[in-house]
């Protein structure tokens, strides 16, 4: 990436791409960036007009381009509503990529991505030990959503309301696993991922109640790491191929075959479909194979509940009495992935629940990843808008499909008051499943 004929040939390749945007606007209308600040600069045409110059400002203001992109959620709701196609995501993740390789990471990026991410041995102990001394630092804020603040003043945490780590991580919980097929006669790998094993771990107790229910079996593979997003989002594809690489060897042994891999998590799902295969492109041929070939059988949770095994709504009586639980559309698992219907599916087959829609389900809650610590405020803005949504619907419990979003709506709820659970869908549909 540093030898400039390299960076020559991946800017003819982005520019490209570049040339179907029409410039017509209609991105405005569905950024949530934009309908909080107004800026052009903020919105993908204006950030696809930016790099349509690219070789000329990379030279003469690469600092400003990178901030300018570096200011998007990636939320997809501009390509998902683009009459052109243009893949933006596709776009401003290969330039970020650019401008990585052209300027370089910062130290604390690299310590962070190459020292920590990339090594998920090192990640795994040195949470763990975030999580033994965690109380030191935090206060818990509300009881019914698990929140905390911190104790100090801290850069990093700001005014958060968070949900701190799990005492016990999901893999420490359940190291390994391989189970075969029961009734169902299919088998799945499960990808767990960061947020899931670090501070959710009942989601993935969830998801397993739900697999051994239906008779699927299950090949949970130790050493996973982190699907490889963070990475990639600050433009550095070495750690992100590294993490491919390590996850392809765990997840695609011969020796232990499976039919499809699922996740819990919308912006893993998103990341191993989508991005796996279109950032490995300069990889070896049979690399690129495997990736894409993973990429082929990876379902969401609720999909494969939903499309594979057969999960149907319950039948209920009146709503008197049954908890009214509203649903956050996350942008990874709606807009990239195209699966909406399934999660509703998996709440509504729970006869405790009734499920009431808010107004802008499948607008972006904020987080955005990275984005929710560069941009706090920005990100607040957004998500205060979906926290009112949820005030309108009325609704006791809000459920999602992606551990990023329920972070930023438990932040956006304990900051307000507001007494309403969040739960995965996949929790909601394991809670009518009878224990073994």
């Given at each position: 990436m540093s030898s400039l004929n390299e960076l020559a040939r991946l800017m003819k390749q982005l520019e490209d791409q570049l040339v179907t945007c029409m410039r017509c606007g209609l991105c405005q209308a569905v950024c949530p960036l934009f309908a909080e600040t107004g800026r052009e600069a903020d919105v993908a045409r204006g950030k696809?007009?930016?790099?349509?110059?690219?070789?000329?400002?990379?030279?003469?203001?690469?600092?400003?381009?990178?901030?300018?992109?570096?200011?998007?959620?990636?939320?997809?709701?501009?390509?998902?509503?683009?009459?052109?196609?243009?893949?933006?995501?596709?776009?401003?993740?290969?330039?970020?990529?650019?401008?990585?390789?052209?300027?370089?990471?910062?130290?604390?990026?690299?310590?962070?991505?190459?020292?920590?991410?990339?090594?998920?041995?090192?990640?795994?102990?040195?949470?763990?030990?975030?999580?033994?001394?965690?109380?030191?630092?935090?206060?818990?804020?509300?009881?019914?959503?698990?929140?905390?603040?911190?104790?100090?003043?801290?850069?990093?945490?700001?005014?958060?309301?968070?949900?701190?780590?799990?005492?016990?991580?999901?893999?420490?919980?359940?190291?390994?696993?391989?189970?075969?097929?029961g009734a169902s006669n299919l088998k799945v790998a499960f990808f767990v991922g960061c947020l899931i094993d670090k501070i959710f771990p009942q989601v993935g107790e969830a998801t397993l109640k739900a697999l051994d229910h239906h008779g699927v079996g299950v090949y949970l593979p130790a050493g996973q790491g982190c699907c490889g997003i963070p990475a990639l989002s600050s433009g550095d594809t070495q750690t992100f191929q590294e993490l491919v690489r390590l996850n392809l060897k765990l997840l695609d042994d011969p020796a232990a075959?499976?039919?499809?891999?699922?996740?819990?998590?919308?912006?893993?799902?998103?990341?191993?479909?989508?991005?796996?295969?279109?950032?490995?492109?300069?990889?070896?041929?049979?690399?690129?194979?495997?990736?894409?070939?993973?990429?082929?059988?990876?379902?969401?949770?609720?999909?494969?509940?939903?499309?594979?095994?057969?999960?149907?709504?319950?039948?209920?009586?009146?709503?008197?009495?049954r908890i009214t639980v509203t649903y956050h559309d996350p942008c990874h698992l709606k807009k990239s992935l195209g699966v909406a219907a399934q999660p509703r599916a998996l709440i509504q087959a729970n006869p405790g629940y009734v499920l009431t829609e808010m107004p802008e389900s499948d607008w972006c809650c904020g987080c955005g990843g990275s984005f929710n610590l560069q941009h706090y405020e920005t990100s607040v803005a957004i998500g205060q808008r979906k926290r009112d949504n949820i005030a309108k619907s009325r609704a006791r419990l809000v459920a999602t499909g992606c551990p990023a979003c329920m972070l930023q709506i438990t932040d956006m709820l304990s900051q307000a008051g507001m007494r309403v659970t969040v739960k995965h869908a996949v929790e909601i549909y394991a809670d009518i499943l009878p224990s073994e």
């Open positions: 696809l007009a930016l790099l349509d110059g690219l070789a000329q400002e990379i030279l003469k203001n690469p600092q400003g381009v990178q901030d300018h992109l570096n200011r998007c959620l990636l939320c997809g709701s501009c390509a998902a509503n683009c009459p052109s196609g243009v893949k933006v995501l596709d776009i401003f993740i290969q330039a970020r990529a650019i401008l990585a390789g052209y300027m370089g990471l910062s130290p604390l990026k690299k310590a962070i991505f190459g020292g920590l991410l990339s090594k998920p041995d090192w990640f795994n102990r040195i949470l763990a030990w975030g999580a033994k001394f965690q109380g030191i630092f935090i206060r818990p804020v509300d009881d019914l959503l698990g929140s905390s603040c911190a104790r100090f003043m801290s850069p990093l945490l700001a005014n958060r309301h968070f949900r701190p780590l799990a005492p016990v991580p999901w893999h420490l919980q359940v190291p390994r696993l391989d189970t075969a097929p075959p499976y039919d499809y891999l699922v996740t819990a998590c919308a912006t893993c799902s998103s990341t191993i479909k989508k991005l796996w295969p279109l950032m490995m492109q300069d990889a070896a041929p049979e690399e690129q194979q495997r990736a894409a070939a993973l990429a082929a059988r990876t379902l969401d949770i609720s999909q494969f509940l939903v499309d594979k095994v057969g999960v149907t709504p319950a039948v209920s009586g009146p709503e008197d009495g």
